[in-house]
Structures are given as structure tokens and as C-alpha cells.
């Protein structure tokens, strides 16, 4: 194809941006990777949950000559996903082992014909022999690897077949590739890039930050109980996901719920897949359900308006939990992440871990990742300030939006605690676990302590005023805290980080989070976005307009509107196509076929409004 001019395509790109989404201007780094695309070049990009990744690789589909092709693990959303661009006005298909023969072949004959912008298809496609000769007779615009975190076996969901798409650079090398994914830390990002072959990538980092979500992280007793408190007071009609970590979990809280006289639906793998798919589509389609789920379910839900993710277990690493909690707000209003766990978690996922088939590198990997979601858990500061902090990102000021902002919790002076366990790590050559240094410290002398002599050590048997739970409580939030660091190349020795000095020498005190069988609880901070009252009437309309749409085009109803785009039309209340247009969210064949309806609702509504203040005069 011919070199793109870059005012020419910037321009191009602004007019796509408009006319199918509805947006004025690009976000964050947006415009760079959709130039860096259209001018041939590869990009990873890190993005967080909603912040816009699809349309970095769907405009540039769209401009450059040929079909874009999107490799997704998600076979069960790429209709839904393919819905909502043919609603926009995008020619977009899918290929995957649901569809007929015949199905199949007419999508591929439009490829050829270069009748399609974006297909969809599995990572299990591209391995095979046929597909590939297929994209050989393809023009093909762009390769866009999304979930890409799963190529990479240090990620929380890996996927063998990820490991294949390499080969998309060796056999097609002139097409561009984009590889996506909202949670990798910096080990994670580095397997992508070597096992995508992506060394000479733009790397696009945008922050981490889920400004709109509210964190709250509690250990305690009856979790199903204050999860039904916390879902009544604060989410009484809003669609939500509470994960659990067994099948046996999620069908026994699906059914508590649902006695409750919630909608709330189960999924997980063990599922017929028929029902698993009902309820998949329940959930998207309609208003205030609850998905009760194993981690089976989320990724690349795109629901713009869940409310809130609820853990009634603890997930197993901070990039799980993060995305998970990602899935709620993605349309940027208010939502919350509830956390409730206790010692039992702990205990699973440690022996899941111990009984893992994986070898001792990998299982150190999980050893480490588990402790420092701990970690995360049993902190005093901002959780958001640790929560970037582990994907390389830096916070200076303290959120004031999660728990521990908003209600500090008990500590404890753990100073002289904190330098008895920097001192034994020290003392014991920074060469050894967690549990060793405890047993050092607590006076255990078995075989190896002995071996070693270290029970001649100044440290020796300096340990019995904290419980073997309190020290490892202590020993977590020494490592989140960055005052250790666990070497998992070197079998998860700790080691002193240059912050220890200044706690080892008196020049600092430690105040840490207060270890206690249970605590009470308050209030959680709802702040959620809410309506004038007399505007709630049209809101509500608004919301039976779309949802009629939605059946009658057999598509979710945030495929018609986000609710944040409902609210902006409440806020303006347009009179005509043109004030519709100005609308974010309201693109032009959106416009030409749903503004006319949303104008005659909003003028229904201001009609009654007058009428009101005529009587009441």
C-alpha cells in the first residue's frame, strides 16, 4: 500500500474517532498508537480496563488497506463484540468454531474480497495450517494480539496456544502488530515482548489508575453476610460480580443470593455451556444482575455500568485482583471493589500452590506473588499508592479514595519487631524464606538451623512475644513495604532493599496494620454519581427507550448507549440532532438511527416539567 500521509490519516483517524464513536478527541496515548499503526510500526500497549485499548487497533484497521485481525481467547464474546462494531456502522466479523461451514466460508470469501475491517478469531485458529494459507491470500491491514498477557507463563492467566503467535511476525513481517493487555508487571511485559518478537515495538504505557473505583479490603468473620450488607446498602439495584474461588462456592452464593431476591446467576467452567452462555447474556443484557463467578468469567466483558466486583475469596496475585476489579466502571463513574477474606484463603491457595505440577521456579513465582496480594491486604496506607506501586507506577499523594484513607485502621509500633526480623534476615546470610527466618527467630532448632548454626546467632530465639501468624504478617508487610525483597531466581531468599538502613540504625519508626481476630466495620463511602431528583423520571425513560432498542436489535443495551452517555443527554437535554450530536457516546450512524427517539423521550419529559410548573403556579 502507499505511505500514509500523517496529516491526511490524523485527519482521517479524528473522523473515525467522531462519526463511529462519538468522540471529539483521543485519549491518553491514543492517537500515537493509532498513528504508530497506520505508519506500519508494532506497539504493546498497557491500558487499564476501559481506557479505550479496542479503538487502537479498530481505526487503524479501518484506514490502513485490508482486514485487521484480532486474536482473542474470548469465543464467547466475539459475537457480542462484533455486534457493537456493525452497530457503529464497522464492517466486522468473527470466525470460531460455533459458526456452520458455510458460515465460515462466507466470512472468509469477504476477507478476500476485502469486504470486512476487523474478524475475530481464537489463538487456536491461527496454529493451523488452513488459516494461515487463508491470510496468505488476504490483504491483511493489522495484527492486534489482545489479552496478551497469556503469552507469557510468569502472567495470571496463561495460554499455550498464545505461544504460537510469534510466528505471525516470521510469516507475515511488513504487517503491524499491537499486543494488548490492561495488567503485566515488569517481568510479565518483558516475556511479551521476547516471545512476541516485539524488541523493536513502541511500548505505550499509560497509567494504572482506576481513579472512579473505591477499594476495600477486610479480614473477618460471616464474609456472606457482610457481602449481602454491603450489596443492600450500597447496590441494592445494580449489576455486579462477586467471585468465588470453587464451583461449589459460586452454585452455593448464586443460590443464597438468589433466595434473597436478587438476580443473580452462576458461571463457571463446570457449567453446560449452553447455560453458561444464558447467563453470560442475562448479564449483558439485563439491568441489576449479579454474575456469581470463578475467574472463569470477566475477561473482555465489555458492561459498562457493573456497579461493583466482590471477592469472597482472595485472589491469587495482585494483577488478578486488579483485573478483576477492573471490570467494574469501566464507563468511568463511580464503582466499588469489596475484598473480604480470611485465614482459610491463605491456606488454600497455598496448598493449590504446594500441589501444583509446575517446577519449583514457577511455584516460588506464585509463593511470592500470593504474599505480596497479602500484603496488599494487611497494609495501613493508601491501597492505590501499593497498587501502582507494583506495576512500576509511582502515586505521591494519597488517593483518599479506599478504606484505608478514609478510615485509617488500628496499628501497632512494630519498630522494634520490624528490626528483629531485618536483623535475622541479615544475620542468616539474606539467603533464606520467610518460614526459616521465623523459625530462627522463634527458636525452632531442627536439623538445617543446626546445620547452619544458627542457633549461635544474636537472633536466635528473640521471637516468641509475636505468634508464628503475626511474624509472617510482619515479614508481608516488610516486602510490600519495600523494606525486603524476595529473590525468587535464589529460591525466595530475603533480602535487605536500601530503605532497611535507616530502620536498622533507629532513624525511623514502623507503624503497621494491627493483627485481630475481627474488626468492626464502618460505613463503606458510597460517592456514587447521583441524578437531581427531578431529572431520575427521564433517566429512567431513557434507560426503557434504550433496553426496547436493545431487544429489538438483539444486542445488549449498552451497545445502544452507555449510561454515561444517557446522563450527559439528562445534563443537556438537546432539542434537536445537532444538540444530539454534541453528546459523547453519539456517533453518526447511532445518531441516524437511535437520536430521533432519545430527542422525543427528552422532549416529553421537558413538556411534563412545564406543564407541572404551569399547575403549580
Known sequence: MAEPNDTDSSTRALELLKSRYGFDQFRFQQAHIVQTLIDGGDAMV?????????????????????????????????????????????????????????????????????????VYVAPERLNTTEFIQLLERTTIALFAIDEAH????????????????????????????????????????EEIVQQLGLQSARVFIHSFDRPNIFYRLSEGQNNRERLWQ??????????????????????????????????????????????????????????????????????????????????????????????????????????????????????????????????????????????????????????????????????????????NCIEPPHTWDATEAARKALSCVYRTGQRFGVNYVIDVLTGKPHERILRNHHDAIS???????????????????????????????????????????PLLRGEESLSLREMTAARKKSRSEKNKANLEVVDQPLFDALRALRKSLADENSVPPFVIFHDKTLREMVAEQPHDLAGMAQINGVGEQKLDRFGAAFLSVIATHRAELEQQSLISS
Open 46 to 118: 498497557l491500558m487499564p480496563t476501559g481506557g479505550g485499548k479496542s479503538i487502537c487497533y479498530q481505526i487503524p484497521a479501518m484506514i490502513r488497506d485490508g482486514v485487521g485481525i484480532v486474536i482473542s481467547p474470548l469465543i464467547a464474546l466475539m459475537q457480542d463484540q462484533v455486534d457493537a462494531l456493525n452497530t457503529m456502522g464497522i464492517r466486522a466479523s468473527y470466525i470460531n468454531s460455533s459458526q456452520s461451514s458455510s458460515v465460515r466460508r462466507e466470512v472468509e470469501q469477504k476477507m478476500l474480497n476485502a469486504e470486512l475491517d476487523l
Open 150 to 189: 497469556c503469552v507469557s507463563q510468569w502472567g495470571h492467566d496463561f495460554r499455550s496456544d498464545y505461544l504460537q503467535l510469534r510466528l505471525l511476525h516470521e510469516t507475515f513481517p511488513r504487517v503491524p502488530r499491537i499486543a494488548l493487555t490492561a495488567t503485566a508487571d515488569k517481568r510479565t511485559r
Open 230 to 403: 454491603f450489596v443492600q446498602q450500597h447496590h441494592a439495584g445494580d449489576a455486579g460480580i462477586v467471585y468465588c474461588l470453587s464451583r461449589k462456592q459460586v452454585e452455593a452464593v448464586a443460590d443464597w443470593l438468589s433466595r434473597k431476591g436478587r438476580t443473580a446467576l452462576p458461571y463457571h467452567a463446570g457449567l453446560d455451556s449452553t447455560q453458561r452462555a444464558l447467563n453470560q447474556q442475562r448479564f449483558l443484557a439485563e439491568d441489576g444482575v449479579i454474575i456469581v463467578a470463578t475467574i472463569a468469567f470477566g475477561m473482555g466483558i465489555d458492561k459498562p455500568d457493573v456497579r461493583f466486583v466482590a471477592h469472597l475469596t482472595l485472589p491469587k496475585t495482585i494483577e488478578a485482583y486488579y483485573q478483576e476489579t477492573g471490570r467494574a466502571g469501566r464507563d468511568g463513574l463511580t464503582a466499588n471493589a469489596w475484598l473480604a477474606y480470611g485465614l482459610q484463603d491463605v491456606i488454600s491457595l497455598r496448598q493449590m500452590n504446594q500441589q501444583s505440577e509446575a517446577n519449583e521456579t514457577f511455584k516460588r513465582s506464585l509463593h511470592q506473588k500470593l504474599e505480596a496480594m497479602l500484603g496488599l491486604c494487611e497494609q495501613i496506607t493508601c491501597r492505590r499508592q501499593t497498587l501502582l506501586a507494583y506495576f512500576g507506577e509511582s502515586l505521591p499523594q494519597a488517593c483518599g479514595f479506599c478504606d
Open 459 to 501: 537472633t536466635w530465639n528473640i521471637g516468641n512475644d509475636l505468634s508464628v501468624n503475626q511474624w509472617r504478617s510482619l515479614f508481608r508487610q516488610l516486602l510490600v513495604y519495600g523494606y525486603l525483597e524476595s529473590d525468587i531466581d535464589q529460591y525466595g531468599g530475603l533480602k535487605l532493599t536500601p530503605r532497611a538502613k
